[in-house]
């Protein structure tokens, strides 16, 4: 009786310690980290932040994670350009710092990423869909990447198995993407380390081609034109009659608009050439589907063209929609990312990041595209869901920018972040949206001229009212060389429509900024551009 006792004794102790053990384990296990990293993807194309476009396309999936999480109102970048964006995502740095100024430029390869440090703390990490950066990945146990930009269908992919070749995958990307991040998810869910995972969608990336299953979506809906669609920027310098990115003059109407009957028609080169090459990808059965529906909706324009403000109104909503539609795809792909981990039962123990590599043009001041410092390409959407950490339905409009991810990605994990990191952490602002001492103004650089779109370089700082812009450099071609200024009172005139800094009643408020941004440029060692 008493060896029998001893037995169910040591039976408990072994029982109840592994029991311990295993809580020890989940509460040792760090929070998984979700990066949700689209590309070009506007908050005006995101119902949680109430922009009329939004009302007509509706985003349930991404606005869920607004709902339950944290919705940042005034979240930029410091470089609204793909390349540059992805890099200082890795590494927490402005785009002098890390090198990759331009879209073809080369990152300083040994500056530390976030991923590696995870990785070295125990994380499993992985990166799936766009990758588009001059170096290779580091800090990853898997990848599954596109080539360069990414096909919208039938898209090429490597992975470590591959021997550096892509290989085509027959689907459309959006989906594609997420199959691959729900397949690495589910081998590695069960296990004891927490893992990173960068879901990096090519969407809406310009040509905005939707899935077959959504290009009907929106046809019989009228878009809101914005207030600024015909901006004839009487009070801007020189910049703004150089730029080729207007709606009325700079979309193809093949590539960009999807009127293949029109395919010749006078346009930028580059625009004529990409339409063959974004369509060779598609196999018979998906362009007939292609074919079929967009010459439905090519009929009525076709049969009776309108010219002048009515044609620019025109390629305005045509280009709205397959936007919009694209979104679609990235929305239900969300979904099923979100479903997922709550299946598995990973949800509560996840922090999920929502964001873009910058804002996008929406025809404001009759522009598409980003490169600018005016705010709808120099402000993101970001959005963080941290059931552990925030409380639903929280809203920030602190000044927050896309030097803070890698940071912020470090803090949750426990990791020590490095000083050289440029960004702070925005773990202060989970708890209400607000912290003491929080930035007052952000710096921002354009550096990538001569380059599509011809936007010319410029540099600038941005205050919760005030935006100063400083455009400079050579000209090349038949571009003048330019040193001119812009000022705007984000508070009188929020669409950036009034160039103010001529004007004697600002002399204060500019001297002011000037002050603190030759100040700014010298805390971050910034010096191009300075006179």
């Not at 591959?162 to 459309?172: A, D, H, I, L, R």
Request: charged content about 25%.
């Amino acid at each position: 009786m008493k060896n029998r006792r001893v037995l169910l004794s040591i039976m408990m102790v072994l029982f109840f310690g592994h029991i311990l053990n295993a809580q020890e384990k989940v509460k040792k296990k760090g929070p998984n980290i979700v990066v949700i990293f689209t590309d070009d993807h506007a908050f005006q194309a995101i119902s949680a932040y109430g922009h009329p476009i939004s009302k007509i396309a509706k985003t349930p999936n991404i606005d869920r994670l607004a709902e339950e999480g944290l919705l940042f109102k005034r979240a930029y970048v410091e470089n609204s350009i793909c390349t540059p964006s992805r890099a200082t995502l890795f590494t927490g740095l402005y785009s002098h710092q890390h090198g990759q100024q331009l879209l073809g430029s080369r990152m300083d390869y040994s500056r530390t990423w976030f991923v590696e440090l995870l990785q070295q703390a125990g994380y499993q990490t992985s990166v799936f869909g766009k990758w588009h950066l001059s170096v290779e990945p580091k800090g990853f146990d898997y990848y599954h990447i596109l080539a360069d930009q990414g096909e919208y269908y039938n898209p090429r992919f490597r992975n470590p198995s591959t021997n550096g070749k892509y290989v085509s995958e027959k689907g459309y990307a959006t989906k594609l993407i997420t199959d691959h991040a729900l397949e690495w998810i589910g081998e590695h869910s069960t296990a004891d380390e927490p893992f990173c995972i960068l879901v990096n969608h090519k969407a809406p990336h310009r040509n905005w081609m939707p899935d077959l299953n959504h290009i009907g979506l929106f046809t019989n809906d009228t878009f809101p034109e914005p207030e600024t669609l015909f901006d004839e920027y009487e009070s801007r310098g020189p910049q703004m009659q150089m730029q080729e990115l207007t709606v009325a003059n700079h979309l193809g109407f093949a590539f960009d608009l999807k009127v293949e009957e029109l395919k010749d028609e006078p346009t930028l080169q580059y625009i004529k050439d990409s339409w063959p090459m974004a369509m060779d990808p598609m196999d018979e059965k998906q362009r007939k589907a292609w074919d079929e529906a967009y010459k439905a909706q090519n009929k009525v324009f076709l049969e009776n063209r309108p010219t002048g403000k009515e044609l620019t109104s025109w390629k305005y909503q045509r280009y709205i929609k397959d936007y919009c539609r694209t979104v679609r795809s990235v929305d239900e792909e969300v979904g099923r990312l979100v479903d997922y981990l709550e299946e598995t039962g990973e949800l509560d123990n996840t922090i999920i990041v929502y964001t873009s590599d910058q804002g996008f043009f929406l025809g404001e001041h009759g522009l598409y595209d980003k490169r600018f410092m005016y705010e709808e390409a120099f402000r993101t959407p970001l959005i963080i869901f941290y059931p552990d950490k925030i409380k639903k339905g929280m809203i920030s409009n602190e000044l927050v920018q896309n030097i803070d991810y890698a940071p912020t990605f470090l803090d949750v994990a426990g990791v020590k972040i490095p000083e050289e990191m440029a960004g702070k952490s925005l773990v202060p602002l989970f708890k209400n949206g607000k912290s003491k001492n929080w930035r007052e103004q952000l710096y921002y650089h354009f550096y990538d001229y001569p380059a599509v779109g011809n936007v010319r370089r410029h540099y600038g700082i941005s205050t919760d009212r005030y935006k100063l812009i400083h455009w400079y450099g050579k000209g090349f071609g038949n571009d003048p060389d330019i040193d001119s200024w812009e000022l705007f009172d984000l508070k009188k005139d929020p669409t950036e429509i009034q160039n103010v800094y001529n004007e004697p009643k600002y002399a204060n408020i500019q001297q002011e900024l000037k002050e603190n941004l030759i100040k700014m440029r010298k805390d971050i060692g910034a010096t191009e551009g300075s006179n």
